[in-house]
């Protein structure tokens, strides 16, 4: 693997995930082995068709963000710019935490795909084909929270509410949650 920043070292890559890595600057890794791709393929079967035609690099990302209120962010899903697009052959960067996003339990992971995929949004022909600009790539948009609390209303329906918001919910009156599928 090679470095992204002078001083940066990475060893002992298992499972795609780096035992241990040391200095500054960031870190970006091709998910080599295929684990983000899989649950997100099952998500995308599953809950968003459209993103078939949507072509997305799974990269594993370290050291990683945090939100303003100092809150860790296990992932991150940005849409590549047309120029990028046109250059990388990519639409869209999934971006991952090792640390975080391995240490979720297996349906919190399911449930932060779901959410980053929710964010990304193809614009649909009448036919129900994807809308191409004139170089052929697909239209896409990237889709807001439609909860304060920086969720999707469908997503509360299908996974219950995160447990950093269940004391908002019971003091909005609740929202019942789904049994674990």
């Known amino acids: ?8 070292t990475v060893e002992g890559i298992v499972g795609g995930v780096p035992e241990r890595w040391t200095g500054k600057g960031v870190v970006y ?12 393929k099952r ?12 072509n997305v690099l799974f990269v594993w990302k370290r050291p990683f963000r945090s939100t303003d209120d100092y809150c860790p962010v296990p992932a991150f899903i940005r849409l590549l710019s047309k120029k990028d697009r046109d250059i990388f ?11 975080s996003f391995l240490a979720l339990s297996r349906r919190d992971q399911r449930r932060a ?11 649909m022909n009448e ?16 889709e807001k929270h439609d909860l304060y609390i920086r969720s ?6 299908r996974f219950g509410t995160q447990a950093a918001y269940q004391r908002v919910v019971n003091f909005l009156g609740g929202v019942e ?3 674990p599928s």
């Open 1 to 8: 693997m090679q470095n992204q920043e002078p001083g940066l």
């Open 113 to 123: 795909v779901y959410h980053l995929l929710r964010h990304v949004g193809v614009v």
């Open 177 to 179: 949650s789904p049994t």
């Open 29 to 40: 890794w091709r998910d080599p082995s295929g684990y983000l791709k899989k649950l997100a």
């Open 89 to 99: 052959g990519y639409d869209v960067v999934f971006e991952v935490d090792p640390e």
């Open 127 to 142: 036919d129900m084909t994807p809308e191409r600009d004139v170089y052929g790539r697909v239209q896409l948009v990237l």
């Open 43 to 54: 998500c995308i079967d599953k809950y968003f068709p459209a993103l078939t035609y949507v």
């Open 152 to 157: 999707f209303k469908d997503e509360v329906r």
